[in-house]
């Protein structure tokens, strides 16, 4: 059990937590796609990792800044480190005019805290803080070092992690909280793509979509002649003159299904007319409100893994250049080469070029290891609940770490709104993952 003092200290503490994550949330951290202002990531992403490192620093653990890529702590540095607990402080994009309150400016409502970052992955950072401030404030010793990584860009590919890499060692024992309860031990694969076309449709500019692994929630496109389509205009579509728009429902690309995506709600609307045809191959290839890729023709599913997902997540136009970029997680049952030859044929078959930027193949820890029997014990202690290994479509940050798993921090049949509006982490969950963090230190580091 979680020795008293520790719980006492958590709880004791929580506005002091809350007022951290607050400040964190603060940080409009969603890194640049180049070096900016002298960092790699733009100075928001550097000034989040600063301010984590001063309050670990301030813990007495030793610190180590790898070039505003990474950032690590140390429990003991004389120590091998044995476990490494990983989070991210960069976030996804928001559109502030869809949230009720400013998404980076932290804002307490219902038992609730709402900003971008609170569930992904601020709020599990400041709780991997906290359970090493209760550890330290007990007086509890450590056998076995703690790294406590914290990087700066796992939302658009995780090359902090592989700047990490270069310079240091993973530490054996690794987990994230970076996703959902129990444990995540099997990930999908991933293929992110980008297409492109000169078009000829008659569209001046269109635009969605501002991340490349969610479901778009807003679409709007201007015309450079009338719309003579004949598809019924509903209710998430308005007009302007020339100018249309569609209001969807923004999900996470690994639960398309959750979302309504703006992007082939639009592209259907526009196919209707004779004169949009790279639209209406578009929406032949996206189907509105299909999520599994049967418009590619790559729809397939394991009991292991569960089905392909596939999403048109972003898509622009302009000066007649048509780019566009699709998500796609794929099950056990098929190869990153198989997925993305038939995509590209489906791709060129309507006149497209289409290439790969991010290729994955699935990740899987076997749930028999120590290390997850280990975490499944401390799960199942906490919440006195049943644990088990599942698999998710989403990559999470340990995607590319042999033997890492994802511990937390959403909890079943919880919807946080994570890459959504409104996003959002409940105060009470805040304490009692944070008392799962510290849990989980000590069962695995502890005397």
Partial sequence: MLPEAVKTYIHTHRQEAVDTLSKLIGFPSVATPQPQDGFPYGKPAAEALDFMLEQLSALGMTCTNYDYHMGAADWDDTLPPHLGILCHLDVVPAVQANWTSDPFTAEIRNDRIYGRGAIDDKGPAVAVLYALRAIKAAGIPLRKNVRFLLGCNEENGSTDLA????????????????????????????????????????????????????????????????????????????????????????????????????????????????????????????PHGCTDGSGLGIACADTESGALTCICSMLHVENGMLTGCVDIRFPVCTTKEAVLEQVQAAFAAKGFRCEARIQSDPHHTSKDTPFVQDLLAVYEEQTGTKGECIAIGGGTYVHDIAGGVAFGMEYPDWDYHMHGDDEFLPLEQLEENTCMMAAAILRICGE
């Fill in 163 to 286: 700047y990490y890499l270069a310079h240091a060692a993973m530490p054996p024992q690794v987990f994230t909280p970076d996703g959902s309860y129990p444990i995540i031990h099997l990930e999908k694969g991933m293929l992110r793509l980008e297409f492109t076309k000169q078009t000829a449709d008659p569209i001046v500019r269109f635009s969605a979509g501002t991340a490349p692994n969610a479901v778009p929630a807003d679409a709007s496109v201007s015309l450079s002649a009338a719309f003579c389509g004949a598809a019924e205009q509903g209710s998430q579509i308005t007009r302007q003159g020339n100018k249309l728009a569609y209001k969807g429902v923004a999900a996470h690309a690994s639960t398309p299904e959750s979302g309504d995506n703006a992007i082939t709600g639009l592209l259907t609307y526009l196919g209707s007319d004779a004169a949009f045809a790279d639209c209406k191959a578009l929406a032949q290839l996206f």
